[in-house]
């Protein structure tokens, strides 16, 4: 091979690269602040996710209210689907339970899509019965846009959230050890 086919050759593939990066998020989250920075501790790592109060003020302001509470400390992931999501924030583990707080009201958008890595709240077929449980996508699911509020993004620790036991339910289901801003 000649040095000018070589450099041809990873110039082409660089190109490539950086075009499947863009390509993976459409999404362009805003400067990543401490206020809005959320931890999930799991058996296998700690998941970073940024939260979106410009989109969903009112269901960031409940994550941010139920994880200061500790009510999330424990709570286990009772229905993740591979190549789907990761669900949790059900305190009785069966998918029927919330919080003793109120619903939230949806606060469905345009600015962002449900990818990879996406966080949104879980609801029933009512679009304002979101209470305390959320999903974190494992793959992206755009038919899910304008369906259901999404209020974060992983920004570090999506290895940790691909080792979520998987399951409805899984036999041997993850948790949420805790949850909380620093």
């Known amino acids: 091979m000649t040095v000018k086919f070589i450099k041809s050759l990873?110039?082409?593939?660089?190109a490539l690269i950086f075009s499947a990066t863009i390509a993976?998020?459409?999404?362009?989250?805003?400067?990543?602040?401490?206020e809005n920075t959320l931890y999930i501790d799991v058996d296998a790592g700690t998941i970073k996710i940024q939260l979106l109060p410009d989109v969903a003020p009112n269901h960031v302001a409940r994550i941010k209210q139920l994880a200061k509470q500790g009510f999330y400390d424990g709570i286990i992931f009772h229905r993740v689907i591979a190549g789907f999501m990761a669900q949790t924030g059900d305190p009785t583990g069966t998918g029927?339970?919330?919080s003793e707080l109120g619903n939230v009201n949806a606060e469905f958008t345009k600015k962002y899509s449900f990818e990879r890595g996406v966080v949104g709240m879980a609801r029933s077929q009512m679009p304002h019965s979101a209470n305390s449980q959320f999903f974190i996508m494992l793959k992206d699911g755009a038919f899910l846009d304008n369906n259901y509020t999404i209020w974060g993004a992983v920004v570090d620790g999506m290895a940790a959230v691909d080792k979520i036991n998987k399951g409805e339910p899984p036999a041997n289901p993850s948790k949420m050890n805790k949850v909380y801003q620093k």
């Not at 993976?24 to 401490?34: F, I, K, M, V």
């Open 10 to 14: 990873f110039v082409l593939i660089s």
């Open 24 to 34: 993976h998020s459409a999404n362009q989250l805003p400067e990543l602040t401490e």
């Open 96 to 98: 029927t339970g919330g």
